[in-house]
């Protein structure tokens, strides 16, 4: 028998147990491969130059009010930046809050959905829920913000109301000043709430979530679905078996992507809440306020030091929607679409 260990012509060498091991394969590189290489290896340069470039113009631009605050601008709830009193701790909370909401409302929703246009929805129906879903996130979010201020506030009220009645005793659903034996006391303490924009804002975050879920839910292998009804599975068996684990990764990224844009919305937010400088833990309460909303309620009238102020806020959620898409990407990482599928 040939011994391939003494043939270094063929490109081989010895492996540990002692067999052959693999050549490495090493392919040219045509022409259309260079530009491609090259045009993906620009964008992902540009991508990232663009967000360094974002970091450093605020962190820049917010350098005058940060050496005047200091630590404190993370702890101080007034926002007088004529007095050298501003901070950002009520704002960094009313945006965590809502985000926390609209986050916990859109995610079971945004999950069925996803489940049902690729697991339950006949074939012929399937295109016209894509359609719909994608126009949903197609929709200005001064539209949603109109909505909610208009029309969905009102029929919101006896949500908090109820809400508040039975479940008063937690902290977070507990309104000051609010009788909940008392059906004729005044509805005014539920609006303009985070509970309110958070709702709003789960609207314009859903079609998001449900799209990135919707795409992982349709590679499930053909093959682990049949093999789960082969063994007698019912559909809702399949799906907790085999659609969800495999479409755990899916699931993180669809959240904290909706996360991220929930911590960044702006118009919907301000037109809806209620400009609160206190720190709030009660999301039925009327009253909040948000980094954004605060950036846009007072960029018009800021000058000089206060806009120094309000890029040190933006600086700060630029920070805190860096960290929540990293702890995502650590997450996906971990928990790859399909590796805990159990059929």
């Given amino acids: 028998m040939l011994d391939t260990t003494t043939l270094p012509d063929l490109g081989e060498t010895a492996a540990p147990d002692g067999g052959p091991a693999p050549r490495p394969l090493k392919a040219r590189r045509n022409r259309g491969d260079r530009i491609f290489f090259g045009g993906v290896t620009l964008s992902g340069l540009v991508v990232l130059s663009i967000m360094v470039a974002v970091g450093l113009f605020l962190a820049i631009q917010a350098s005058q ?149 919707r795409e992982v839910f349709s590679q499930v292998p053909v093959g682990e679905r049949e093999g789960a009804f082969a063994l007698g599975s019912t559909r809702w068996g399949m799906v907790r078996v085999v659609s969800i684990p495999f479409g755990r990764g899916g699931i993180i990224g669809g959240t904290m992507l909706g996360l991220g844009r929930a911590l960044g919305e702006t118009i919907a937010v301000l037109l809806i809440i209620s400009p609160r400088f206190d720190i709030n833990f009660h999301v039925l309460e009327a009253g909040g306020n948000s980094v954004s909303s605060l950036i846009a309620l007072r960029y018009s009238e800021a000058s000089g030091f206060g806009l120094s102020a309000l890029m040190a806020a933006g600086l700060a959620l630029f920070a805190v929607t860096l960290v929540v898409n990293f702890t995502a990407s650590w997450f996906v990482a971990r928990s790859r679409s399909g590796a805990g599928s159990e059929a």
């Fill in 65 to 213: 009010a940060l050496r005047s605050t200091g630590l404190s601008f993370l702890t101080t709830s007034e926002w007088q930046p004529d007095r050298g009193k501003f901070g950002i701790a009520s704002v960094l909370l009313g945006t965590v809050l809502i985000a926390l909401v609209a986050v916990s409302i859109a995610l079971p929703i945004s999950m069925a959905t996803a489940l049902f246009i690729t697991e339950v929805a006949p074939t012929w129906l399937r295109s016209s829920l894509v359609a719909l879903v994608d126009l949903m996130a197609a929709v200005p979010s001064v539209v949603y913000g109109l909505w909610g201020l208009f029309l969905l506030e009102g029929q919101l009220i006896p949500v908090s109301r109820w809400v508040n009645t039975f479940f008063g005793w937690l902290p977070f659903f507990k309104v000051v000043g609010a009788d909940p034996n008392s059906p004729l006391s005044s509805a005014s303490v539920y609006t303009a709430s985070a509970f309110i924009a958070g709702v709003v804002v789960a609207m314009m975050v859903m079609p998001i979530q449900c799209v990135v879920m």
